[in-house]
């Protein structure tokens, strides 16, 4: 077959700004929008086991956590008659999160236009 290359077993072309073997040289592969060399590959292999063994024996943090916490705590401010805007004030959630995650506790939309047209017409 004429004219055709295989390229796979073939090492990367090296650009001539990047340092091969360092993050720099991986920063310049990116940008040159190159694939890695050998030596960047071997670097970012050792780099990305050395970040997973570092962080292997931490707890996980999780926001997830922390959520649920604030909902727990915006469900007992709802109980003791605090509006949505207040809750979401002293939670740091916002309005729309209390309305998803605690339907019975917040108005809906159509409650609140109900609620506003019916202060328009002074009922």
């Given at each position: 077959?004429?004219?055709?290359?295989?390229?796979?077993?073939?090492?990367?072309?090296?650009?001539?700004?990047?340092i091969?073997?360092?993050?720099?040289?991986?920063?310049?592969?990116?940008?040159?929008?190159?694939?890695?060399?050998?030596?960047c590959r071997e670097f970012a292999n050792t780099q990305r086991l050395a970040n997973y063994h570092a962080?292997?024996?931490?707890?996980?943090?999780?926001?997830?956590?922390?959520?649920?916490?604030?909902?727990?705590?915006?469900k007992k401010l709802f109980a003791a008659g605090a509006s949505q805007l207040e809750v979401a004030r002293k939670t740091g959630l916002s309005r729309s999160t209390l309305r998803r995650h605690l339907p019975g506790h917040c108005w809906t939309y159509k409650q609140a236009a109900e609620h506003g047209n019916a202060l328009r017409r002074g009922a």
């Open positions: 077959m004429a004219g055709y290359k295989y390229g796979g077993t073939q090492p990367a072309p090296k650009s001539p700004r990047t091969c073997g360092s993050e720099k040289g991986l920063w310049g592969h990116r940008y040159n929008n190159e694939p890695y060399c050998t030596e962080n292997k024996h931490k707890p996980p943090t999780s926001k997830r956590l922390e959520s649920i916490a604030k909902l727990e705590k915006a």
